[in-house]
């Protein structure tokens, strides 16, 4: 089999036995690339030289029966709003069009002591602002699927590189679904854990309250071994939560017999494409057969998580986003009077309009005579929701749905229309808002071949169950494939 | 006759507490040092940092509020006031607004009139921002984040307060508090305590307060006094000729001594504040709060009622001795040493504190050790030096922290205690003033104090006066 | 559009997040922002009574650090990305007390 058909574990268990070197794995990826990065744009910066010496420290790791993990010499991808010390991270934006860091975020951390190589740097919607990667100040991802549709967003450059080949699997961050909604429109696995589960030292910050690192990747074991990998307790991230049961590789366990599945009726209702509808009620048929009691209930509220949402998440990016004034770091606009002409020419000539219009809102909700009426009102509603997700847990282990409402949208579609892009991440943004695990796989193809995403959210801390639940589908789904088929692949 | 005003004056007192670390990050709070070398990604704002809370900064805090006698907020959160400028990496301040950790205290402060007590609307936790300087070369101004993120307390008091005595009553209380907790040694001139003076007038009698405006930049009593003498007079004339007083945050110049508004178009003074999410509720409970009771040092009225039973001082030495918990910890150190509680006192309260008025340094900044000050007690008590000798050893050791033993040996100011070498001298004395002999046998006691003056002087003050005294009568 | 966001309120608003638009673009922010405010006044519709506003979704508390020195002098990695620095510090427009 072609080496770029393995999965991350996969090929680290096949370097451990010696059959493929993990030089061989880098420059496979690297071939690829060459190939069809310049259609698909997944990375904003790539480092062969270094991936390469990466790859030979590793090798000696390996060989030195030092690193046995299984992700050992595995080739890698992040996103570029993780700080990765001496490599460009740019957030996609133009503002820190210069900006290296000088260390690496927590997670990117964690990798390195699994034994990674890390290739580059992925495209992104500016800020994780979006929901198709158009936004970046670098040019627009493709689907690796079909190249006149987005990836989606914000992490679509990291979908659409584990989708394309383009890396063994990368690392996302979700504010509001931006790893489950682009994993679900390029046929990947991705996964956003409990909130404070992986470590948010190193994000540069969108939501605060709302971020998490996550996986995106080609299957759910590798789900499951990336994930144990980084999650961990970090005393630089004062919301990291202590945890005792990040061995979720013990989940892949192939049965879901007596595993209570709730589908929510209003997300099924207006506005998901039926072809959407069908496969998702298909997963959930399967799912059924093999034993888990499946029903459908009543969950309100899903309304206004997309208004709560946008609320809070705007707020906290129109402070989080001060700091970059041009004055530390990153981008400075060359000519001015005085010091606030230059914030004022930095910072917009700097940001793209949809970092602008995000931060216009947040600046208005929190501003003197609204704070209650908006702000508050969404910390309020944000409560509730918290409430009516308690309620259904007590019922369910799991609530199974689509990731979106339609299948990846043509690219130039979304950006007219922000509230409709809004609008798509009804799904995914109460899972956010809740700090709840949420989990995307594929679960078919539209008539234009494009994947369908299956979304599973689970009780927070309950990640197991996500895993145990859709791994048991994985199996009986078989191999989803990737974009690009070769010969050797294919269904499993 | 023109019409009687009364000043309202609220303080809000920033005060840098005396931990080795910053409030959000490990960097070290020391002064000196190089610009930006106690800085890191936290406390400079680089992207993707995160803050931690310093645990101290919470237990001095805590131990600020139960001296002034606030209830305690069991839940204190962390927010956000938002306003950019370069001294302030992140473009906010994580401060506390919505639930401040300590509320509802007092201090009782004593003035002309009696006592009186100053309420206390809050107190809460803050990081300091960092230090702009203003390129003389250059059109530009350079910063140095060295103490960006030193923790802060404000202290916000009620507006309780009509007169500059009562402010600087007020100052000098918390500041005596501050220093016995030893939660920051409270340096108005060197920054680590800071007032803002909220002010306003209204004519006596009336009910509602006036506009108040906000005066910064006050770092010494003195500035404060006069900036209060000089924004009540400003009001007042303002209203005097009809016009109204503008809320605002006014700069106070103390070399023009005058102020003048900091408002710009780009100042909305609209903080957005909003809880940190970047930061967990701090939870005191109980149990929590009865250990910082029970580590807190002994206060000011307690140690006076000390002295006076363990040491039996009179009040009046008593009083300076505890104005400073410095000065009271150097007394009680030297008095550990040596014994003699009288002697250690009246060293502090006249020499000491004549040197420090003259170098115009505060208690704080004694520098000497007391085992110095014992030692020269020991040797005046031995009768090795005498007083004059004595007085200008402390001098050394006050400036240059010297060891008294030593200097005295090597610059030979020992007392001459050898009979036979003084003897001689006193009849040399005696030869050489005949009319004084006269006058003392004459009757005229004073006489004798020539005489004893005229020895020390020929002995260079190394002899002790009581031995002269005694020779020349026995000579005579 | 229930929201009318008048040229004052854009105006104010970039003042509070330093950004200077264009015309053009203001006249498109005031329709989005009046847009998404109108939007989100859907929230209104929801009882919230009683309800405690939630900022942290779990109990989370009492997060410390001892007060100890960890960090060396970064100063070299500090200022490295710095647009503008002279004699170690960060060289901004300069600011005029007041
Ligand atoms: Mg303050
Ligand atoms: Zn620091």
Same mark, same amino acid.
């Given at each position: 089999m072609e080496i770029l058909n393995y999965t991350a574990v996969e090929l680290a268990g096949k370097i451990k036995a010696k059959e493929v070197t993990v030089r061989e794995a880098v420059e496979a990826v690297f071939a690829r690339i060459e190939e069809q990065e310049k259609e698909y744009h997944c990375y904003v910066t790539l480092d062969k030289e270094n991936a390469l010496k990466q790859a030979e420290a590793v090798q000696a790791k390996v060989d030195a029966g030092e690193l046995t993990g299984p992700l050992a010499g595995v080739p890698v991808a992040i996103k570029d709003n993780m700080c990765t010390e001496g490599m460009l991270t740019t957030c996609s934006s133009k503002i820190l069009g210069n900006f290296i860091p000088t260390f690496s975020a927590e997670a990117v951390r964690n990798l390195e002591k699994a034994g990674v190589v890390i290739l580059g740097k992925t495209n992104m919607d500016e800020f994780a602002m979006g929901s198709t990667t158009e936004t970046s100040a670098y040019g627009v991802t493709k689907n690796p699927w079909n190249t006149e549709h987005v990836p989606g967003g914000s992490s679509g450059g990291s979908a659409a590189a584990v989708a394309g080949n383009e890396c063994f699997f990368a690392l996302g961050s979700d504010t509001g679904g931006s790893i489950r909604q682009p994993a679900g429109f390029c046929g990947v696995v991705g996964m956003k854990p409990t909130y404070g589960t992986v470590s948010r030292y190193g994000l540069i910050a969108y939501g605060s309250s709302l971020d998490q690192i996550g996986p995106l990747c080609k299957d759910v074991t590798d789900c499951a071994a990336i994930l144990e990998a980084i999650s961990t307790h970090d005393t630089k991230d004062s919301t990291s939560v202590k945890r005792q049961d990040t061995d979720f590789m013990s989940a892949l366990i192939d049965d879901v017999k007596g595993m209570r599945i709730g589908i929510p009726r209003n997300y099924l209702g207006e506005g998901l494409d039926p072809e959407v509808r069908d496969a998702v009620l298909g997963a959930a048929e399967v799912l059924k057969e093999k034993g888990a009691v499946v029903e459908e209930f009543d969950f309100s509220l899903v309304e206004y998580a997309i208004p709560a949402y946008y609320t809070i998440a705007a707020a906290e990016a129109s402070s989080n986003l001060e700091r970059f004034d041009g004055i530390k770091y990153g981008y400075r606009t060359e000519e001015f009077e005085g010091l606030h002409q230059m914030y004022k020419k930095t910072r917009s000539e700097g940001f793209g309009p949809e970092v602008k219009r995000r931060i216009m809102l947040g600046s208005f909700v929190l501003s003197s005579g609204y704070y209650d009426a908006y702000y508050l009102k969404a910390l309020k509603v944000k409560a509730l929701i918290k409430k009516a997700f308690d309620e259904a847990f007590a019922k369910y282990d799991v609530i199974l749905g689509p990731v979106a409402p339609t299948t990846a949208p043509k690219l130039g579609e979304s950006l007219s229309d922000p509230i409709r892009m809004y609008l798509g991440d009804i799904y995914t943004i109460s899972v956010n808002l809740a700090g709840l695990p949420g989990i995307c796989l594929p679960c078919g193809k539209d008539s234009k071949g494009l994947p369908i995403g299956l979304q599973l959210i689970g009780d927070c801390f309950q990640e197991k169950k996500l895993i145990q639940t859709a791994y048991t589908y994985e199996q009986a789904r078989g191999r989803f494939g990737s974009a690009k088929q070769t010969a050797e692949s294919g269904v499993r | 006759m023109g019409k009687q005003y009364e000043t309202v004056i609220g303080l809000e007192v920033h005060v840098e507490l005396a931990t080795k670390t910053k409030i959000f990050c490990g960097c070290s709070t020391a002064f000196g040092a190089a610009p930006n070398a106690h800085t890191c990604p936290v406390c400079t704002g680089m992207p993707g940092s995160l803050p931690v809370l310093n645990k101290q900064v919470v237990e001095y805090a805590v131990a600020v509020g139960l001296a002034t006698d606030c209830d305690i907020t069991r839940v204190c959160k962390f927010d956000r006031k938002n306003y950019f400028y370069p001294d302030n990496p992140q473009n906010y301040q994580i401060s506390q607004l919505y639930l401040p950790i300590c509320r509802n205290g007092h201090v009782d402060i004593k003035t002309a009139d009696g006592t009186k007590s100053v309420g206390i609307h809050e107190i809460h936790m803050e990081e300091d921002a960092g230090k702009l300087i203003h390129d003389e070369w250059e059109d530009c101004s350079l910063v140095d984040y060295n103490r960006s993120g030193v923790p802060l307390i404000e202290i916000v008091s009620e507006p309780d307060m009509r007169s500059a005595d009562e402010v600087i009553a007020y100052l000098e209380k918390l500041r005596l508090i501050i220093q016995y907790l030893g939660a920051s040694d409270c340096k108005l001139q060197e920054g680590s305590m800071r007032a803002d003076v909220n002010l306003s007038v209204r004519e006596v009698g009336a009910e509602k307060f006036g506009t108040r405006t906000e005066m910064k930049n006050l770092n010494s009593f003195r500035a404060i006094a006069r900036a209060i003498e000089g924004e009540r007079a400003r009001q007042i004339e303002l209203l005097e000729s009809g016009q109204e007083v503008i809320q605002e945050t006014r700069r106070w110049d103390d070399t023009k001594e005058c102020s003048y508004a900091m408002r710009s178009k780009e100042d909305a003074q609209d903080y957005r504040y909003f809880p940190d999410p970047d930061l967990v509720p701090?939870?005191?409970?109980?149990?929590?709060?009865?250990?910082?009771?029970?580590?807190? !040092?002994?206060?000011?009225?307690?140690?006076?009622?000390?002295?006076?039973?363990?040491?039996?001082?009179?009040?009046?030495?008593?009083?300076?001795?505890?104005?400073?918990?410095?000065?009271? #910890?150097?007394?009680?150190?030297?008095?550990? *040493?040596?014994?003699? !509680?009288?002697?250690?006192?009246?060293?502090?309260?006249?020499?000491?504190?004549?040197?420090?008025?003259?170098?115009?340094?505060?208690?704080?900044?004694?520098?000497?050790? !007391?085992?110095?000050? @014992?030692?020269?007690?020991?040797?005046?008590?031995?009768?090795? *030096?005498?007083?004059?000798?004595?007085?200008?050893?402390?001098?050394?050791?006050? #400036?240059?922290?010297?060891? !008294?033993?030593?200097?005295?040996?090597?610059?030979?100011?020992?007392?001459?205690?050898?009979?036979?070498?003084?003897?001689?001298?006193?009849?040399?004395? *005696?030869?050489?003033?005949?009319?004084?002999?006269? #006058?003392?046998?004459?009757?005229?006691?004073? @006489?004798?104090?020539?005489?004893?003056?005229?020895?020390?002087?020929?002995?260079?003050?190394?002899?002790?006066?009581?031995?002269?005294?005694?020779?020349?009568?026995?000579?005579? | 559009m229930a929201n009318i966001i008048s040229d004052e309120t854009i105006e104010y608003v970039g003042i509070l997040a330093k950004l200077e638009l264009s015309d053009k673009e203001k006249e498109q922010a005031k329709k989005d922002m009046g847009s998404m405010l109108d939007y989100i006044d859907k929230l209104g519709e929801l009882d919230t009574e009683g309800v405690e506003p939630m900022s942290h979704v779990f109990p989370v508390e009492n997060v410390f650090r001892e007060d100890v020195v960890t960090n060396g002098d970064e100063r070299e990695a500090v200022l490295g990305n710095a647009p503008a620095k002279k004699d170690g510090m960060f060289a901004v427009p300069r600011t005029f007390e007041g």
């Amino acid at each position: 089999m072609e080496i770029l058909n393995y999965t991350a574990v996969e090929l680290a268990g096949k370097i451990k036995a010696k059959e493929v070197t993990v030089r061989e794995a880098v420059e496979a990826v690297f071939a690829r690339i060459e190939e069809q990065e310049k259609e698909y744009h997944c990375y904003v910066t790539l480092d062969k030289e270094n991936a390469l010496k990466q790859a030979e420290a590793v090798q000696a790791k390996v060989d030195a029966g030092e690193l046995t993990g299984p992700l050992a010499g595995v080739p890698v991808a992040i996103k570029d709003n993780m700080c990765t010390e001496g490599m460009l991270t740019t957030c996609s934006s133009k503002i820190l069009g210069n900006f290296i860091p000088t260390f690496s975020a927590e997670a990117v951390r964690n990798l390195e002591k699994a034994g990674v190589v890390i290739l580059g740097k992925t495209n992104m919607d500016e800020f994780a602002m979006g929901s198709t990667t158009e936004t970046s100040a670098y040019g627009v991802t493709k689907n690796p699927w079909n190249t006149e549709h987005v990836p989606g967003g914000s992490s679509g450059g990291s979908a659409a590189a584990v989708a394309g080949n383009e890396c063994f699997f990368a690392l996302g961050s979700d504010t509001g679904g931006s790893i489950r909604q682009p994993a679900g429109f390029c046929g990947v696995v991705g996964m956003k854990p409990t909130y404070g589960t992986v470590s948010r030292y190193g994000l540069i910050a969108y939501g605060s309250s709302l971020d998490q690192i996550g996986p995106l990747c080609k299957d759910v074991t590798d789900c499951a071994a990336i994930l144990e990998a980084i999650s961990t307790h970090d005393t630089k991230d004062s919301t990291s939560v202590k945890r005792q049961d990040t061995d979720f590789m013990s989940a892949l366990i192939d049965d879901v017999k007596g595993m209570r599945i709730g589908i929510p009726r209003n997300y099924l209702g207006e506005g998901l494409d039926p072809e959407v509808r069908d496969a998702v009620l298909g997963a959930a048929e399967v799912l059924k057969e093999k034993g888990a009691v499946v029903e459908e209930f009543d969950f309100s509220l899903v309304e206004y998580a997309i208004p709560a949402y946008y609320t809070i998440a705007a707020a906290e990016a129109s402070s989080n986003l001060e700091r970059f004034d041009g004055i530390k770091y990153g981008y400075r606009t060359e000519e001015f009077e005085g010091l606030h002409q230059m914030y004022k020419k930095t910072r917009s000539e700097g940001f793209g309009p949809e970092v602008k219009r995000r931060i216009m809102l947040g600046s208005f909700v929190l501003s003197s005579g609204y704070y209650d009426a908006y702000y508050l009102k969404a910390l309020k509603v944000k409560a509730l929701i918290k409430k009516a997700f308690d309620e259904a847990f007590a019922k369910y282990d799991v609530i199974l749905g689509p990731v979106a409402p339609t299948t990846a949208p043509k690219l130039g579609e979304s950006l007219s229309d922000p509230i409709r892009m809004y609008l798509g991440d009804i799904y995914t943004i109460s899972v956010n808002l809740a700090g709840l695990p949420g989990i995307c796989l594929p679960c078919g193809k539209d008539s234009k071949g494009l994947p369908i995403g299956l979304q599973l959210i689970g009780d927070c801390f309950q990640e197991k169950k996500l895993i145990q639940t859709a791994y048991t589908y994985e199996q009986a789904r078989g191999r989803f494939g990737s974009a690009k088929q070769t010969a050797e692949s294919g269904v499993r | 006759m023109g019409k009687q005003y009364e000043t309202v004056i609220g303080l809000e007192v920033h005060v840098e507490l005396a931990t080795k670390t910053k409030i959000f990050c490990g960097c070290s709070t020391a002064f000196g040092a190089a610009p930006n070398a106690h800085t890191c990604p936290v406390c400079t704002g680089m992207p993707g940092s995160l803050p931690v809370l310093n645990k101290q900064v919470v237990e001095y805090a805590v131990a600020v509020g139960l001296a002034t006698d606030c209830d305690i907020t069991r839940v204190c959160k962390f927010d956000r006031k938002n306003y950019f400028y370069p001294d302030n990496p992140q473009n906010y301040q994580i401060s506390q607004l919505y639930l401040p950790i300590c509320r509802n205290g007092h201090v009782d402060i004593k003035t002309a009139d009696g006592t009186k007590s100053v309420g206390i609307h809050e107190i809460h936790m803050e990081e300091d921002a960092g230090k702009l300087i203003h390129d003389e070369w250059e059109d530009c101004s350079l910063v140095d984040y060295n103490r960006s993120g030193v923790p802060l307390i404000e202290i916000v008091s009620e507006p309780d307060m009509r007169s500059a005595d009562e402010v600087i009553a007020y100052l000098e209380k918390l500041r005596l508090i501050i220093q016995y907790l030893g939660a920051s040694d409270c340096k108005l001139q060197e920054g680590s305590m800071r007032a803002d003076v909220n002010l306003s007038v209204r004519e006596v009698g009336a009910e509602k307060f006036g506009t108040r405006t906000e005066m910064k930049n006050l770092n010494s009593f003195r500035a404060i006094a006069r900036a209060i003498e000089g924004e009540r007079a400003r009001q007042i004339e303002l209203l005097e000729s009809g016009q109204e007083v503008i809320q605002e945050t006014r700069r106070w110049d103390d070399t023009k001594e005058c102020s003048y508004a900091m408002r710009s178009k780009e100042d909305a003074q609209d903080y957005r504040y909003f809880p940190d999410p970047d930061l967990v509720p701090v939870h005191i409970n109980e149990e929590w709060i009865e250990q910082i009771k029970a580590a807190q !040092p002994e206060f000011r009225d307690e140690k006076m009622a000390r002295y006076k039973a363990e040491y039996e001082l009179p009040d009046y030495d008593i009083d300076i001795l505890t104005e400073s918990k410095h000065m009271a #910890d150097i007394f009680e150190q030297t008095v550990a *040493i040596c014994g003699q !509680p009288k002697k250690v006192s009246n060293w502090l309260m006249v020499e000491t504190m004549r040197l420090l008025k003259e170098q115009e340094m505060e208690p704080e900044d004694i520098r000497f050790a !007391p085992e110095n000050l @014992a030692k020269l007690i020991a040797l005046v008590e031995a009768k090795e *030096i005498n007083g004059t000798v004595a007085k200008e050893v402390f001098e050394k050791i006050f #400036d240059e922290n010297i060891d !008294p033993e030593k200097y005295v040996e090597e610059n030979g100011l020992k007392t001459v205690n050898d009979e036979g070498a003084l003897r001689k001298t006193v009849e040399e004395v *005696i030869a050489a003033n005949p009319q004084s002999v006269e #006058d003392y046998q004459n009757g005229k006691e004073k @006489a004798i104090g020539f005489l004893v003056g005229q020895t020390m002087k020929a002995m260079k003050g190394k002899a002790d006066p009581g031995m002269v005294n005694q020779l020349l009568r026995e000579l005579l | 559009m229930a929201n009318i966001i008048s040229d004052e309120t854009i105006e104010y608003v970039g003042i509070l997040a330093k950004l200077e638009l264009s015309d053009k673009e203001k006249e498109q922010a005031k329709k989005d922002m009046g847009s998404m405010l109108d939007y989100i006044d859907k929230l209104g519709e929801l009882d919230t009574e009683g309800v405690e506003p939630m900022s942290h979704v779990f109990p989370v508390e009492n997060v410390f650090r001892e007060d100890v020195v960890t960090n060396g002098d970064e100063r070299e990695a500090v200022l490295g990305n710095a647009p503008a620095k002279k004699d170690g510090m960060f060289a901004v427009p300069r600011t005029f007390e007041g």
